[in-house]
């Protein structure tokens, strides 16, 4: 939901953008913002298939009666 959030906020930059004059620097100033949101909501799009791929392969593991480890060898209960 956030990078909807952030995908709208950029559309509403874009829009008054495209009211003013080509060689205003608010207009400048308004393009820059909603680019930087776009890359911000990809990223957070990123970030949300990451994490979601890392629990699908815990469930995996877990389903098939798998033991993932997350503790690195010679840590005490772990690898």
């Known amino acids: ?22 060689h ?3 207009r400048r100033h308004l393009l820059v913002m909603a680019e930087r949101l776009e890359r911000q909501a990809e990223d957070l799009d990123k970030e949300f298939v990451d994490v979601g791929g890392a ?14 480890t997350a503790n690195p060898a010679g840590v005490a209960g772990g690898g």
Do not use: C, F, H, Q
Request: glycine share 10%; hydrophobic share 45%.
């Open 1 to 22: 939901m956030r990078a909807a959030s952030l995908r709208e906020k950029a559309a509403d930059y874009l829009r008054l953008a495209r009211g003013l004059s080509a």
């Open 24 to 26: 205003s620097p608010t």
């Open 55 to 68: 629990w699908a392969k815990i469930d995996e593991g877990n389903a098939v009666g798998g033991t993932l």
